[in-house]
C-alpha cells in the first residue's frame, strides 16, 4: 500500500486513511452501532468544519494569537556533538501550557462547540491533557469535565490545582487500582449518559475513527512550520527528523511536514522504561504484537490473555501500552524507524540539553533529545537531526532533583 497524503481544507498535508478509519490494516472504526453513530457525527461535523473558513480562520487566529505560534525551530549548537550532525529543535515547548497538546485541545473545543456541545470530558492520567483541555474550555466559555484517579490525584498536585483555578469539575476516581485506565472507564460511562450535549475529547492520536485522523490534522501543524523553517535557516531538508512517543501525536504532527521526502528518516524514540529486558516499559512498538486495545486495532504490549500489559515510563506522558494507528502503518510499511530510551537516558539528556542550552525539557521529550545525542556523533558534520521538543519540563523539576539527588 502507498502512503497516501491528502492535502485537507485547512491546508495540511497529512496520511490519510481509507473510508472506514483503517492505516493499512490499523485503526478502523468501533462495533458498537450507538457508538459509531456517534463517532460518525463527529467525523461529519470535523469533514464540514475542516472545509469552513470561518472554522479554519478562527484555528490559525487563536493559533497565532493565543497559543503563541508559529514555535521557533533553534539549532542547538552546544548540544551539537563536534564532528556529528547539527541538532535543531522544534519548541513547542513554548506554546502556552507549554506542551503541543493545546494544538489538539483548541481543534477539538472549537469543534464541539461548532457542534453545539455543552459539555467536553476527558480522562487525564498525569493531568497534562487535562489541563490543556481545561484551557480550552475556559478560552472557549465550554463547560469542562476531567476523570482522573484518586491515586493520580494525590500524585500530581500542580496539575489538579491548575485545572481546578481553571474551572473546570474535576472527577476523583476510586473504582479500581484508582489510576488513568479506571479514569477512561468512568470518563466513558459519564459520556453514555448524555452524548448528545457532550463531546468526548481524546488526548492522542488514538481511539476509534475518526480521532486518530482528527487529532494528527490539528497536530500537523508541527510539521509544516517546522519545514519551512527548516528550509528557511538551511537551505535544504533534515537527515532525520525525529520525536517521543506515547500515543504518537507529536510524532504524526512533526512527521506529516516530511512524509513525502523519501530522503528524510522519521524516527519515532520510545519509553524502554527501567530496560528492554525488563517488564517495566512501554516500547509498544519494539516489543509489542497487533490486536484490538480500546476499540482501535495497534501494536500494543499485551498479556497471554490479550489484555493490555501494566505499562512504565519516567515519562508518565509516554506511559501507554498501545501507540496511533499513523506510526503502525509507517513501522510495517517501513518508512519510519522506531527506537528506544530508558529512564536513565532521558534524566541523562534532560540535564544535558538544561545545561548544554539553558532549555529545560519535559522528560517526555528527554527521551526524543537522549536519542539525538546517541545518534548525532555517528552521522557527519553537513548531516542533521531536527527533533520536537514536545514540552517544557518545569512540571518534572521537582521529581528529577528528588531522583538525581541534586
Ligand atoms: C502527552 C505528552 C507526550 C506524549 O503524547 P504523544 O501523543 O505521543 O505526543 C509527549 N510530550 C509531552 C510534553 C506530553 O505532554
Do not use: W
Amino acid at each position: 500500500m502507498n502512503i497516501r497524503i491528502d492535502a485537507n481544507p485547512g491546508g495540511m498535508a497529512v496520511l490519510a486513511p481509507d473510508e472506514f478509519g483503517y492505516f493499512g490494516e490499523y485503526g478502523g472504526p468501533i462495533d458498537d452501532p450507538r457508538i459509531a453513530a456517534l463517532l460518525q457525527e463527529i467525523s461529519d461535523a470535523f469533514d464540514t468544519c475542516m472545509a469552513d473558513p470561518t472554522y479554519t480562520d478562527e484555528l490559525m487566529s487563536l493559533r497565532k494569537h493565543y497559543v503563541g505560534r508559529p514555535s521557533p525551530v533553534y539549532h542547538a549548537r552546544n548540544l551539537s556533538p563536534e564532528g556529528g550532525a547539527q541538532i535543531y529543535l522544534k519548541r513547542e515547548d513554548l506554546n502556552h501550557t507549554g506542551a503541543h497538546k493545546i494544538n489538539h485541545c483548541i481543534g477539538e473545543v472549537l469543534l464541539a462547540k461548532r457542534m453545539g456541545k455543552k459539555r467536553v470530558l476527558a480522562e487525564t492520567g498525569a493531568g497534562q491533557h487535562g489541563v490543556a483541555l481545561a484551557t480550552a474550555c475556559a478560552l472557549l466559555d465550554m463547560e469542562c469535565e476531567i476523570h482522573m484517579g484518586v491515586v493520580d490525584i494525590a500524585k500530581e498536585h500542580p496539575n489538579v490545582s491548575r485545572m481546578k483555578i481553571l474551572g473546570c469539575d474535576l472527577v476523583p476516581v476510586s473504582m479500581g487500582t484508582g489510576t488513568l485506565k479506571d479514569a477512561v472507564d468512568s470518563a466513558f460511562i459519564s459520556y453514555m449518559k448524555d452524548p448528545e450535549n457532550m463531546f468526548f475529547a481524546i488526548g492522542s492520536v488514538t481511539g476509534p475513527a475518526p480521532y486518530p485522523r482528527m487529532v494528527q490534522a490539528f497536530q500537523s501543524i508541527i510539521g509544516q512550520e517546522a519545514r519551512k523553517q527548516f528550509i528557511d535557516q538551511t537551505g535544504g531538508l533534515p537527515t532525520e527528523v525525529a520525536a517521543c512517543v506515547g500515543g504518537g501525536s507529536n510524532a504524526i504532527g512533526l512527521f506529516s511536514g516530511f512524509l513525502d521526502e523519501p530522503d528524510v528518516q522519521l524516527v519515532g524514540v520510545e519509553p524502554a522504561g527501567k530496560g528492554l529486558d525488563t517488564s517495566d516499559h512501554a516500547a509498544t512498538l519494539t516489543l509489542g504484537k497487533p490486536g484490538v486495545m480500546h476499540g482501535f486495532r495497534c501494536y500494543y504490549l499485551q498479556e497471554d490473555d490479550g489484555e493490555p500489559s501494566p505499562v512504565h515510563s519516567v515519562a508518565s506522558g509516554l506511559d501507554y501500552p498501545g501507540v496511533g494507528p499513523q506510526h503502525c502503518y509507517l513501522k510495517d510499511a517501513g518508512r519510519a524507524r522506531y527506537e528506544s530510551a530508558t529512564d536513565k537516558e532521558a534524566f541523562a539528556a534532560f540535564m544535558e540539553l538544561s545545561r548544554a542550552e539553558g532549555i529545560i525539557p519535559a522528560l517526555e521529550s528527554a527521551h526524543v533529545v537522549a536519542y539525538a545525542m546517541r545518534q548525532a556523533p555517528k552521522m557527519s558534520p553537513d548531516q542533521s537531526i531536527l527533533l520536537n521538543l514536545s514540552g517544557r519540563g518545569d512540571k518534572d523539576i521537582d521529581f528529577v532533583i528528588e531522583t538525581l539527588g541534586l
